[in-house]
């Protein structure tokens, strides 16, 4: 391989990796698009039929993230052991059955319960004790059915990841992580635009089952176009030796041995590095799950716009427009600080997530400047998205700086457990805060608001604060680059 890196490329070299990049782009907007589903159709189309309150929908969502957090770890060891491409496989062909099998749950929740039709579930009367059996019935099956989702889902990023880091070298891998990473806030775009007007016209059911749908093709397309660049027929050797530029100087050993030999996962929690990742994870990852699955929610609750009215869409729409755009130029920042400034990729990541990390403070004013129009909390909440996109896009990129290519995935998995974690508590805990807050009414108040606009402002607050705490956790830990060594 060595050999290879010395040659002069004659030719110019393809761009194979962006094309590997737009499959990443396109599972992840899949992924989020399957995600959004639930957030966009059950306040105004599921929880009608099935009696649920903000407790039931922040109980499934909580326990999604807790379900993913926990199966996250093996997802990324599942990844690092079957490799890229059957690895990426497997996992969308698990989430995209899941997806559809939502679209079963009312019809298992009529038979199971002994009603005969949607109308008589809706006709059931509100906290009678046939109103508590449907409810418990439905909130189970959709437990269920977002368990498997996780599984299949958990294993999104940590392949993802993996692959970035054997198709770009490491001042491009921040780069295309914003790109892939912003298919999760494309997935948001594009979900109240098409989501809800699918659920109006055939039914929430359908909602599921054709958006799931989408999963199968991408697996097709992925099949034919995936190999590692050493052995694709698409990657020239000028491009091939623009991706393996990090590995000159190394010895063939040492570059077969970051490429195959896996660090044991306990091993791996030795490690301020691993530390870092999950304690960047830990501290952020709730916050932008928080933001998917409530911001629908909020804009009906706080200003009477349902997901499939034209001014909820539109509100929806702006605030990821602003997601999408503002990750990815946040994605090309630290390839600046390395290339002009000439700072190793560690610190030129870790100053640009720091500058991102102020960026969610402005979710304080989302509530305060709401009071005038929902588009200041659509423009708010959508900076503070976008902040956390960037953010994350260089959190992942900092694995693939310092450990070897063959642990990647495991490192994400292990911090994607702790984001899990964290996104458990802040959505479980949002719906609880929100019933009570409203059950409480003008005696439940919070930095000038009462009632349920008070639980929206704490839960902001804490999200506006997630990210300097985490990139000062993070510096402690790991204050320099230091690359991990396989002994």
Sequence with gaps: MNETLGLTATTQKTNWRWMICSMLFFATTINYLDRQVLSLTWKDFIAPEFHWSDSNYGTITGFFSLFYAIVSVF??????????????????????????????????????????????????????????????????????????????????????????????????????????????????????????????????????????????????????????????????????????????????????????????????????????????????????????????????????????????????????????VLSIIGGYLPKVFIDKMGMNPYAGRMRAMLIFAFVPILALFAQPLGVYSPWWPAIIIGLAGAGHQAWSANLYSTIGDMFPTSTVASIVGVGTMAGGISSYIINHGAGVLFDYSTEMGESFSFLGFTGKPAGYMIVFSLCAVSYLTAWVVMKLLVPRYKKISID
């Design 75 to 324: 997802a990324g060891r599942f990844i690092d052991w079957m490799g890229s491409k059957k690895g990426y496989l497997w996992a969308i062909f698990i989430w995209s059955i899941a997806a559809c099998l939502h679209g079963l749950c009312g019809w298992a929740t009529m038979k199971i319960s002994g009603l005969h039709s949607i109308e008589a579930l809706r006709m059931v009367e509100s906290g009678s004790a046939l109103a508590l059996t449907v409810s418990s019935i439905s909130v189970w099956l959709f437990l269920s059915c977002r368990a498997l989702l996780a599984v299949g889902e958990s294993g999104n990023f940590p392949a993802a990841v993996k692959v970035t880091a054997q198709y770009f070298p490491k001042k491009d891998r921040a780069f295309a992580t914003s790109i892939f990473n912003s298919g999760a806030s494309v997935g948001a775009l594009a979900a109240p635009l098409c989501i809800p007007v699918l659920a109006k016209m055939w039914g929430w059911e359908m909602a599921f089952v054709i958006i799931g749908a989408l999963g199968f093709i991408w697996m097709g397309f992925w099949n034919a176009m995936y190999s590692m660049p050493e052995k694709s027929k698409f990657v020239n050797e000028a491009e091939l030796q623009y991706i393996l530029q990090d590995e000159k100087g190394e010895s063939e050993a040492e570059i077969m041995e970051e490429e195959t030999k896996t660090i044991p996962f306990w091993r791996c929690l030795g490690f301020r590095q691993t530390w870092a990742f999950i304690a960047g994870k830990a501290l952020t990852d709730g916050v932008w799950w928080f933001l998917l699955f409530w911001a629908p929610a909020y804009f009906s609750d706080q200003f009477g716009y349902a997901s499939y009215t034209p001014m909820g869409q539109a509100l929806i729409f702006t605030l990821y427009l602003i997601v999408t």
